[in-house]
């Protein structure tokens, strides 16, 4: 499975970015999907992710601000973000779990500041 993640850029403090990232695989196949960030010298945390049967998670820190979606016609994972933050600052990749295989996208560098 090959990921291609974009729509980061910089946005000031209370805007909007989605950011999207196409599966070459049909991501209904995939256990899950997931969105992470990391900033530097920090460890890559999640933000939010979708479990086939389990539902939908996010951090807590993104909670009512964030919203992450599939769209399994165009095998697309999304992450719409509202309300962004200065301390959402950072380097956000996708993430897929199809069995026991576990698959990153190229990091979106997304930049919140005024």
């Known amino acids: 499975v090959q990921l291609q993640a974009c729509g980061g850029g910089s946005v000031q403090p209370g805007g909007s970015l989605t950011l999207s990232c196409a599966a070459s695989?049909?991501?209904?196949?995939?256990?899950?999907m997931a969105w992470y960030r990391e900033t530097p010298g920090n460890d890559r945390d999640l933000v939010a992710i979708?479990?086939?049967?389990?539902?939908?998670k996010y951090d807590d820190s993104v909670k009512g601000r964030f919203t992450i979606s599939i769209d399994d016609a165009k095998n697309t994972l999304y992450l719409q973000m509202n309300n962004l933050r200065p301390e959402d600052t950072a380097v956000y990749y996708c993430n897929v779990v199809e069995g026991p295989y576990d698959y990153w996208g190229h990091g979106t560098l997304v930049t919140v500041s005024s």
């Open positions: 979708i479990s086939r049967g389990r539902g939908i």
């Open positions: 695989g049909r991501t209904s196949t995939f256990s899950t």
